[in-house]
C-alpha cells in the first residue's frame, strides 16, 4: 500500500484555479468565431464570382441600347435636317414668287392712286374712288412686305446676306420709312417724331437699314398704345446710334431674352398680325453690317431699341 505521501504524488496535479480551463475555452471559441467568418468569406467570394457574368451581360445589354438610342437619335437629327432645309426651300420660292407677283400689282395701284389723287384735285370723281385705290395700294405694300420677309428669313438661314453698301444719309432712310409707316400711324393713333442729327449718314446697304427701321417702328406703332413713337440718333463714339422709343405696354425681362429669336413674340400669336420674324430679321440686318440692336424695357413703361451701326461701312471694292 502506498502512504499518503505517495498516493498524493501518484495523483495528478489540479490546476491552482479555473483560468487555465477558461482562457483554454475562449481559444477554442475564437477558432470557431474565425472558421465561421472564413467561411462565410469564401461563400460570398463564391457568389461574386458566379454574379460576375450576369453583371458583365447587363452592362453589355445597356450598351447596346445606348447605341441604338444613339443611332436613332441620329437618324432623326438627320431627317430634322432635311425638313428644314425643305422648308427653307419653300419659304424662299414662295417669297420669290408672291413678291414678284404682287410687285406688279403694287406699282399699277399706287400709279392709280396717285393719278387718280391729281384728277380729283380738278374734276368730279366718285368719293370712294380714291379712298378705296389707296387702300388697294396700302395693302399691296403690306402683302409684298410679308413676302419679302419670307425672301430675307430664306437668305439670311441659307445663302446669307451680301450687302451694296452705298453712302446713305438718314433723311433718304426716313422718308421711305414714313412713305411706308405714315398711314399705319395715322391709323393706330401713334404721332411719328423724328429727333435724329441731320448730319446722320454713312456706307450702308440702304434697303437693309430701311427694313432695320421699319420693323422696329412698325413694332413701336403696334403696341405704343396710340402714344407717340419717338425717333432719335445720332454720332456717339464714332458709331450711329438710332433709338426708336414708344410708351407701350412694355417687355418683361424673361420676354426680352427671346425676342430676337425667329418666329418669337412678347404677345400671344393671334393678338396681333405677324410672323414673330420682324426683330430676329433687324438684329441680323444689323450685324451684317457690324452692328448691333438691344432694347431696354420695363412692362407698362415702353420700350427702347437701339440701333448702332458703324459710322462709317467701306463700300465694296469695284
Known amino acids: 500500500m502506498l502512504d499518503v505521501t505517495e498516493r498524493q504524488h501518484a495523483l495528478p496535479s489540479a490546476p491552482e484555479s479555473g483560468d487555465a480551463y477558461v482562457a483554454e475555452g475562449l481559444d477554442e471559441e475564437d477558432r470557431s468565431a474565425e472558421q465561421d467568418r472564413s467561411a462565410e468569406q469564401d461563400r460570398s467570394a463564391e457568389q461574386d464570382r458566379s454574379a460576375e457574368p450576369d453583371a458583365v451581360r447587363c452592362l453589355q445589354a445597356e450598351v447596346a441600347r445606348l447605341r441604338g438610342a444613339l443611332r436613332e437619335s441620329a437618324a432623326e437629327a438627320d431627317s430634322l435636317r432635311e425638313a428644314v432645309a425643305a422648308r427653307d426651300a419653300f419659304i424662299a420660292t414662295a417669297g420669290h414668287e408672291l413678291r414678284n407677283a404682287m410687285g406688279g400689282v403694287l406699282v399699277a395701284a399706287t400709279h392709280l392712286h396717285s393719278q387718280a389723287h391729281q384728277i380729283s384735285q380738278t374734276e368730279s370723281l366718285p368719293a370712294f374712288l380714291v379712298p378705296r385705290l389707296e387702300q388697294i395700294a396700302r395693302l399691296s405694300r403690306t402683302f409684298v412686305r410679308r413676302a419679302t420677309t419670307l425672301l430675307d428669313v430664306s437668305r439670311l438661314t441659307t445663302t446669307g446676306l451680301r450687302l451694296s453698301p452705298v453712302l446713305v444719309s438718314w433723311a433718304e432712310i426716313w422718308d421711305a420709312v414714313h412713305a411706308e409707316l405714315g398711314l399705319q400711324a395715322e391709323r393706330a393713333g401713334c ?116 440701333i448702332r451701326l458703324p459710322g462709317v461701312l467701306e463700300p465694296p471694292h469695284r
Open 191 to 306: 404721332e411719328l417724331r423724328v429727333e435724329v442729327d441731320p448730319r446722320v449718314s454713312g456706307f450702308w446697304d440702304r434697303d437693309a437699314v430701311e427694313q432695320m427701321v421699319v420693323n422696329l417702328v412698325s413694332n413701336a406703332i403696334k403696341f405704343g398704345a396710340k402714344k407717340p413713337v419717338i425717333v432719335s440718333g445720332g454720332f456717339e463714339d464714332g458709331d450711329v446710334t438710332l433709338r426708336v422709343r414708344d410708351r407701350g405696354i412694355g417687355i418683361s425681362e424673361a420676354d426680352r431674352a427671346r425676342i430676337f429669336a425667329r418666329f418669337e413674340r412678347a404677345v400671344r400669336s393671334g393678338d396681333l398680325p405677324g410672323f414673330g420674324l420682324g426683330l430676329w430679321i433687324a438684329r441680323q440686318l444689323a450685324r451684317a453690317h457690324g452692328g448691333e440692336i438691344h432694347v431696354e424695357s420695363e412692362p407698362g413703361h415702353g420700350s427702347v431699341f437701339t
